[in-house]
């Protein structure tokens, strides 16, 4: 794999973080290039050379994120629910920034339907509806019902600013799951 240029990886860095710090202050619609621009401290230009617009900047910072988090799904297959959990909040945890942008706040509603849909991937594998509590059941539907939930209980936390430490989070959202996948 090719280096990248350390330059490049630092303006790429500095447009994270103010579309972030920007999408915290107002709407991600009213948030111009010129607002990017200034927040970044580089030229209307330089966006342009990284990305097409505010969008693409917006959807490849999403796409990172999901990315992380399914790679740390995938570390995390061959534990359960309580300890897999914990791989995810501590993740939240050290993201704040951007997950409280995006659950907490008019931000990006745009992000919580892809992190949704980014959960229903991951839980079709971990619901069975052929035996056990949830035999008989329309796999869809509590695949719906859990992938829900899961945002929703994230998206709780982020908004009242973690009321309970990201372990607590993580015990209770994988008791949850072991008590609805299972």
Known sequence: MPKVDRRIL???????????????????????????????????GTIYLHYMDKYDLLD???????????????????LDFVTGSVV??????RNYAFFSTMLASKGAPYFRSRFQEFLIEEF???????????????????????????????EWWFTNERPVTHLVLAEQLGTLLERICE
């Open 60 to 78: 490849k910072l999403i796409e990172v994120h999901i990315n992380e988090l399914r790679e740390r799904c995938e570390a995390a297959a061959d």
């Open 124 to 154: 079709q594998a971990e619901v069975d509806n052929t035996q056990g509590k949830n035999e008989g059941l329309h796999k869809d539907l509590v695949v719906q019902f859990v992938a829900s939930s899961y945002v929703g209980v994230v």
């Open 88 to 93: 995810w909040t501590e993740y939240f945890e």
């Open 10 to 44: 630092k303006t790429q860095e500095a447009l994270k973080t103010a579309i972030i710090e920007l999408m915290s202050e107002k709407s991600f619609n009213d948030i111009t290039i010129q607002d990017l621009s200034d927040k970044a401290n580089v030229s209307r």
